[in-house]
């Protein structure tokens, strides 16, 4: 009767052993899963690096974004970031992505620059620079020359884009006749246009050229 006795609590002991051992097992798979691997904490210094640097292309670009999402102070976007839980922390990702998606929409006010960047007997180049203008769409920007003597207004040759609308345009002016009937030093103004056709913006610069020079 006695032996009996043993082997019955023998084995609800194990019983209860492995019960419990499953239990645990459980409970601390559980807690594996609601708790992540601690965070490597650059990553919030990089966050906060990246929002400083956005804000300071919102203030360059005149942008006007404001709220706490936009400011250069890193400390804060730094402990905004590590007030984040580890399981949350994808939205600092969205916060750094909504950022990026609204400088995308802003953009200076047009701009132009002209200058004589190359000079010669025969010929001057003019470079045009813009800023504003409707992002990586040469086809959509047209540059016109006028006020030169006895030429009408004249499309520029091909413009290469940059990032957020900037573009450059190269245009050369001829001499009339032989170079020696031309003075050089003599200088007239050229009305510069450029417009955007994507979104109808026009703005103007002026350049000065040789006084014989024309639109080849």
Sequence with gaps: MKTSRVFIVFFVSLFLAVTLDRVLARDLSIINKQVPPALDPSLCQDYARDAVAQNEENLRKQCGFTGPRWQSNFNAHLNW?????????AIVGLERQARAKML???LPPPSLEAFVSERSQISETVTIVG???TPNSPNQVIIYFSDLPNQSPRQSGTETTGKDG???SIRTFTFIGAPVTCDVNVRTPVKVTATDKTNNSSVSTTVN???CGSLR
């Design 166 to 168: 900037d573009f450059k």
């Design 131 to 133: 800023m504003g203008f």
């Design 81 to 89: 970031c590590r007030n984040i839980p580890n399981k949350d922390f």
């Design 104 to 106: 995308k929409t802003c």
């Design 209 to 211: 050229v040789s006084k």
